[in-house]
């Protein structure tokens, strides 16, 4: 049950332990024996269950608790418990599920183009970094956006150009001798984003100045909503002063990331991560996306969505890359498209990539999943509206 506060020991211990010794499927009822429902931090011995039918809502011990994965399946099962009750419980926490794609699988009118589905900015890579472009902007098409442009630095256009699928286009940004943005750069992506919805920028872009200053005019400046991912997010954290975003901002760090944003190490990130996840953006006004096991997305008011897709395959490079080209293509989308809010838009695309991770682990395994193959595998979770 969920009022257990301690580790089980004892008589309770040993029948936990049995049952897992045995290797028969387990359907746990509400929690699995043993796990602490409200406690994110203390790993013990509990049941191992292939279901869990939980009552009323999911307790946050089973899906950001160390022993998450002792639930197996979980399934939310009501048993009366009014739900004005629920609403009023104070928790800021809520779980993603495959009813936020259902706006993004609606279908197209049938005189569309391209510009209702949203054009695409995306500035990112360096020399020896070009593929973040490339994965971020294929992303980017792949989950419906109309119009998609890599604006890179000048001197690696070219074997961006030759590497990109030919859906994507490409424009030269002032860059060094070493393929890195120029100081000017920055003024240059505010006058294209002239023609565009929404900017994505960072992937693979280095720290060097000419990225930092291109990161801090964009986010100062920009006129349209701007996703900030990877080096975007370091730039920040090297700035002396303080940043804001006079437009809608979403920040995707990674726990290093994080940590340098609040002058943290990794491990205290994970540790303090509720916290974090609720309150950094209230301080700046943004919409955070912390990644990792169980990625959070949380807005201005303190709102937490917590995902519940995704697997540890994923956990590989260029993975992040491609949730910005999905986290860009769906605030585009929803600027022309439809009413959800930015959270529910940000919340989706993060849904999805783990589902496309979670697809593609079904038929690769962990082992060999690539970030491609999370891209390949969007259409699968896009197709069709399911239940």
């Known amino acids: 049950g969920t009022g257990i506060s301690k580790p089980l020991d004892g008589f309770l211990l040993f029948i936990a332990q049995s049952i897992n010794a045995l290797g028969l499927p387990v359907v746990s009822v509400d929690v699995p024996s043993g796990l602490l429902s409200d406690d994110v931090a203390t790993a013990s011995l509990c049941v191992q269950a292939t279901l869990t039918v939980t009552f009323t809502a999911p307790k946050i011990g089973m899906v950001l608790g ?90 690696i256009q070219d074997a961006v150009m030759a590497a990109a699928p030919p859906e994507l286009m490409t424009a030269g940004l002032a860059s060094t001798a070493q393929g890195a943005l120029a100081p000017s750069a920055g003024k240059q992506i505010l006058r294209l984003l002239e023609d565009f ?26 006129s349209v909503p701007v996703v900030a991912d990877a080096d975007a997010v370091n730039a920040l954290a090297l700035l002396k002063h303080p940043w804001k975003s006079i437009s809608p ?34 301080r ?21 969505w917590v995902n519940s897709t995704g697997n540890p395959g994923m956990a590989t490079a260029g993975s992040g890359d491609a949730l910005t080209g999905i986290i860009a293509a769906f605030v585009a989308r929803t600027l022309h498209q439809m009413d959800p809010s930015l959270h529910d838009a940000v919340a989706a695309a993060v849904y999805l ?33 399911r239940a």
């Open 66 to 155: 160390p022993n998450a994965s002792a639930v197996g399946e979980m399934v939310v099962a009501s048993i009366g418990s009014p739900p004005e009750l629920v609403e009023q419980s104070g928790s800021p926490f809520s779980l993603m599920t495959r009813d936020l794609l259902a706006p993004f699988q609606k279908g197209r009118p049938p005189f569309s183009h391209k510009g209702d589905f949203g054009k695409i900015l995306i500035v990112s890579g360096s020399r020896g970094k070009s593929g973040a472009a490339i994965l971020a902007g294929h992303a980017a098409l792949r989950s419906g956006a109309g119009l998609v442009t890599l604006a890179v630095p000048s001197t």
């Open 197 to 222: 919805d929404v900017v994505a920028i960072g992937p693979g872009l280095g720290t060097g100045s000419g990225a930092v200053s291109a990161v801090w005019e964009v986010v100062s400046n920009s």
């Open 249 to 282: 901002l979403v920040l995707t760090p990674h726990l290093g990331e994080m940590g340098r944003l609040v002058n943290r190490s990794a491990p205290q990130v994970f540790a303090e991560r509720l916290a974090l996840a609720a309150d950094f953006p209230r």
């Open 284 to 304: 700046h006004d943004c919409y955070l996306v912390l990644k990792g096991f169980r990625s959070m997305v949380s807005d201005p008011r303190g709102e937490v």
């Open 353 to 385: 990539h783990g589902a496309a991770g979670d697809a593609a682990m079904s038929q690769l395994g962990q082992e060999s999943l690539m970030a491609g193959d999370i891209i390949r595998f969007l259409p699968e979770v896009l197709k069709f509206p």
